[in-house]
């Protein structure tokens, strides 16, 4: 099962890559010793996105199909945590319980709507926009919650202005419950389970699934014509990589304690894309990195006023896909892995 | 009797705007295999232009003909630059026109600000049957109704439209007979987000004139397109008929959100029963 | 002799337009059946009815006693049949050794896997090139490529679309080889191909479609006598 780790389908592998990986987690280990607790608080902020743009790198670099609309099961997740917890509040754990039924419904909610387009053999261009279009609609939905016949239970959605003051993650512990504030101990939380998924997907990408998801991505009538369930296979694909969105979404929303209709609005739709693409979309491990790296100069750049980043953004995009299609990040590495080792490229 | 023609404007005003909101994305769609994401920001564009032409004192439909011109003229720079370079890479030409789109709504932000003050709405109101209806809104319909017209004429009677319906079906073989595929290619876009650019000059007088405004148009272009398929008139044209009732329907019974949601929902089902759009549906069974 | 799979009066029509009109096709379990006909005879709307890949407006298709007309082609696949493609259908941007893993993983576990794609590589003269990308490889070795994916499926129905496009003489000779090995081995194969030396090495019966209607079958000395289909091959400007 190890094994899986790694293989064909994911471009790090060998001994020069794993030491690599555990000096990089060692660093992140000790990096709240040597910085203040804003910047790891803040940290864990750019950790929270990074699950979303692994699920979508899932959907899209490695099953092909294009989806617009990851941000409609964040923010359906980040409200699933609002509403649950704000009911039922934060004792005996509740909260924990709370993120995995958040998730889980946005998982649900992709596995209707992938039925629906999937089964329905919905292409490339057409799924990206019904995404989008379902995002939008989600976002207007919720922008008009602002009444005060918008509730579930004591919580109300107060439209616009999106809901907050819900309790953080709680870990119940017999000397009192342990509040995860955003600080070194949400810090670990969160990077252990950043460290899980991305193994996890490793192996998932590695194994006999992803390598149908792959045969499917790059010719889908021939995958059919060996035997294989395309639509089932995309399905999975779309309900994995959603329920990720919808981790981010939850641990997004205990963060900050709050969540807003324009988190699933055009704009926050359009940031996964420039992260996976510009990172590379092939690849998880260039999707990793490449999150990271574009969300600090994206928070950097918000100094100068937000829409000067979102113009920067745009421009990247559109650089990507024209300058380096394979990504920013995985089209060196793929070039100078080929020049290595000429005609063994895998 | 004032209820049913209620509905029927309802109808008809929802047709109209899906139809004006759709046929700019649907003309570039179905011409050239590529989804415009920057639809929106062609729409502002020409609304944009508009009223800032219109408060110069000239005649509004003087400034709505400028506002078409500047989107489609942007549109065939646009194209020299970026699209041509991703023909054959549907997905790839997607992303890059929403990094356009980004591009263009903040780029607008920054340089026009939050918003632009609009111009009024022309002509009054008419009564009927005891219900007022506007007078713009209903030479909206008729414009969407004549647009339509004069596109058929365009790619069926005119040269440019032989050529470009040639170039679409076979384009090696246009190449060969002398066609510069390019330029057809170049003002097929120009065309499309001059259309765009219309839409956005004649519904200036409605609406408030935001950077962001191109979003409104959106989700009904993209479910006209989804559902009409790659052919502009079997496809577009029908689809916004069936969606535009549907619109109407929910949207006089519980207002303007519920429409869309509704709108939503019948796309999502109509893709299951019809996967490859209305045009796909009916090619399919005249063979 | 039974039939493995037959067509009834399977029927395709797109508007007026009769692509098949009522094609009655037995194929008997074992046999080699070569399908034969003039350009617009129907052969691959048929070939693609019998997988699945587009409805039949009538008739039915029944494979191994089992009426198969509506289901999808995945599912015709997993009852034994096996496809390949005029153009070779590969993944391109995969290894040689992931596309025969996949076309393998179905029936084998991942401990025989690896054995099993090694005995693949050397059974297709492919062994240098287990881990290039299956885009480097020539015309002819994408084609050996996909007939051993169609082979891995382990078929019991082996479906042949003009195998041997742009082969040269030798390796259209060691294909036809190939599937009179296959078949001896118990594989049933209906091939539609337009290289008669091919079809002269292989069938051993042969079926003539023309105007969507099986216009004549037999042996290949009995088809090759047959006026009339020397007619419908040679002397078409007589209609004309």
Known sequence: ?????????????????????????????????????????????????????????????????????????????????????TDFGAAHGFTLLALLLSVGLAAAFAALLGYFLFFGRISGVFLGIVTLSVTLVCERFMSQTAGPEWHVGAARLNGYNGMNAMPPLTLPWSGGDIVLFPDIGLYYLVLALLVLVYLALRMLVNSRFGNVLVAIRENPERAEMLGYDVRLYQLAAFVIGSALAGLSGALYTSWGQYITPSSMGLNAAALPIVWVAVGGRHDLTATLVGTLVVLAGFQALTIYGSQYALVVMGALLVATVLLAPRGLVAGPVEALLRRRRPGSAR | MASLLNLLYQCGDSFAFLVLSALGLAVIFGMMGVINLAHGEFIMCGAMVTVSVARLGLPLPVAIACGALVAGVIGIVLERLVIRHLYGRPLDSIVATWGISLIATQGTLILVGSSLPGVGTPFTSVSLGGNSYPVYRLLLIAVAVALLGALYLLFNVTRYGTVARATIALPHMAEALGVDTGRVYSLTFGLGAALAGLTGGLYAPTMTIVPTMGGTFLMEAFATV?????????????????????????????????????????????????????????????? | MSALLQTEALDKHYGGLHVTAGVSLALEEGEIHCLIGPNGAGKSTLFKLILGAVLPSGGRILYAGEDITNLKPFQRIRRGMSVKFQVPGIFQALTVRQNLAIALQHHLARAHLDREIDRLLEFLGLHAAGLQRASELSHGQKQWLEIGMAVALKPRLLLLDEPTAGMSPDETHATGELVRSLNRAGVTVLAVEHDMEFVRQVAQRVSVLHLGRIFAQGSMQEIVADERVAEIYFGETRYD
């Open chain 1, 1 to 85: 099962m190890w094994r899986l780790l790694e293989g064909p389908q994911t471009l790090g592998r060998g001994r020069w890559f794993w030491t690599g990986f555990v000096v990089c987690l060692g660093i992140a280990a000790g990096y709240p010793v040597f910085v203040d607790g804003y910047t790891v608080g803040n940290t864990v902020y750019f950790f929270d996105w990074v699950f979303m743009a692994l699920g979508l790198c899932l959907i899209w670099g490695y099953g092909g199909a294009l989806s617009f609309g990851q941000t409609a099961f964040f923010g359906l997740s980040g409200y699933g945590y609002g509403v649950l917890t």
């Open chain 2, 226 to 287: 989804v559902i009409g398929g790659t052919d502009v008139f079997i496809g577009t044209a029908p689809a916004a008929a069936v969606l535009g009732v549907v619109k109407a329907l929910a949207t006089s019974w519980e207002g303007q959100l519920i429409g869309q949601v509704a709108l939503l929902v019948a796309v999502i089902a109509m893709v299951r029963v019809l996967p490859r759009g209305v045009s796909g549906w009916l090619l399919q069974e005249r063979g």
